[in-house]
């Protein structure tokens, strides 16, 4: 008779060295389609090409690396976040399908555009998401709310990637990010969360929200930074005085399965639906797009989305006639400081938005001068100066 035992042997050691090769793989593979994105997005652009395009080059891009077989059989690879092209006051996750009335979308001159999109590499994702002005450049710059807008979001970004070290709080970030961009007379979008990653995992249990209502700074738990963590930050800022944002019109094509849920599925469409994007998407988010037949597929997610399997990325909107802009960017919180996995953004320059506001408190702009990690250089005259310290002593 056989019987059942518990093994007791202990996990695997993590090798963090290389965690962060495959997260800067993924990072190589985001960066390359960020600057295609980035040329493609002009005046006169369709939105659902972008993101079609997007999707495309990821896909092709990871298809080309780690195509050795290991011990455990080939190395998962792909989309960690699908392509979302989301213009002015759309906060995120917009990447419309062919059959939904906004796929004929086009840019506009002076449209803010938000492109947010990830890969992984063995289930470690990089993902990023930067805001371009459509026309804008260094020798004809945006200007007024488009400028500030845009110049707040990524004074903030640089401010909490200074903040990301070993020992700080995630309350911190809320209100450095907030700090920053008031500069502006703008807000960060309400209750938007950054998450701790891991491998197969872009939303962990540690999270950083910004600008939180009262209910959702209760629910957010004030957590310490860790050396080895991995991060993703959004920094999503919008030109009004509230940061509130809304659900509208615009149907979700976004979803993931949420791991920490079982239910068993009770309709046939649904258990195909659900298996067919677990074996395309695994943990990571999905754009209806990538399954066989999309009516059958919304037919099918309903039941999960409503027993909490699956969840939708809703598409936000801020009020008419705000604007939002955004980045995203991959961190390692390393002993010495943080460490950028993703690239800087591919469009940004500060040319190429003009503003009469700018960092005044000189605090603030000693934060943003300061390098995010620490030279071998600096660290060594330091230990030297506590040394001569000690001897005075």
Not at 98 to 126: R, T
Not at 146 to 172: C, F, I, P, Q
Request: hydrophobic share 40%; aromatic share 6%; glycine share 6%.
């Amino acid at each position: 008779m056989a019987t059942a035992t518990t093994s007791t042997a202990p996990a695997p050691a993590r090798n963090l060295d290389v965690e962060l090769t495959k997260y800067k793989g993924a990072a190589d593979i985001v960066h390359s389609v960020m600057q295609k994105l980035v040329a493609a997005a002009v005046e006169g652009k369709k939105v659902f090409d972008l993101v079609v395009e997007g999707d495309q080059a990821i896909e092709a891009a990871a298809a080309s690396v780690y195509n050795k077989k290991t011990k455990t059989g080939s190395v998962a690879k792909g989309i960690a976040f699908p392509t979302c092209i989301s213009v002015n006051n759309v906060v995120a996750h917009f990447a419309p399908l062919m059959s939904d009335p906004q796929s004929e979308q086009v840019l506009a001159k002076g449209d803010v555009v938000k492109i947010h999109l990830g890969a992984h590499i063995d289930g470690f994702a990089a993902t990023s998401a930067e805001t371009l002005i459509v026309g804008a450049t260094e020798d004809d710059p945006a200007t007024g709310r488009a400028a500030d807008v845009v110049k707040a979001a990524w004074t903030a970004a640089e401010a909490a990637m200074r903040y990301l070290k070993v020992g700080e709080k995630n309350y911190s970030v809320t209100e450095i990010v907030d700090k920053f961009t008031t500069i502006w007379d703008c807000k960060p979008v309400e209750n938007m969360l950054s998450c701790q990653y891991s491998q197969n995992v872009i939303d962990g249990k540690k999270n950083i929200i910004l600008n939180p209502g009262e209910q959702q700074r209760r629910d957010v738990a004030s957590v310490t930074f860790a050396e080895g963590e991995v991060w993703g930050i959004d920094i999503l800022v919008v030109s009004s005085a509230d940061g509130k944002s809304r659900a509208e019109d615009s149907r979700s094509t976004i979803y993931q399965r949420v791991s920490d849920v079982n239910y068993q599925l009770k309709m046939k469409t649904s258990r195909a639906v659900f298996s067919e994007a677990q074996k395309k998407s695994g943990a990571f988010p999905f754009n209806i797009r990538c399954l066989d037949d999309e009516k059958k597929a919304r037919m099918g997610l309903l039941e999960a989305v409503q027993h909490g399997l699956v969840r939708e990325y809703p598409v936000q909107y801020t009020a008419p006639g705000t604007l939002v802009a955004a980045f995203h960017f991959t961190i390692a919180l390393l002993a010495n400081g943080p460490s950028l996995i993703t690239q800087p953004p591919v469009w940004y320059k500060p040319e190429k938005v003009k503003t009469d506001k700018e960092v005044e408190d000189e605090a603030l702009k000693e934060l943003l001068e300061r390098p995010l990690r620490e030279s071998k250089k600096a660290k060594k005259a330091k230990k030297k100066a506590a040394a001569e310290e000690d001897e005075e002593e």
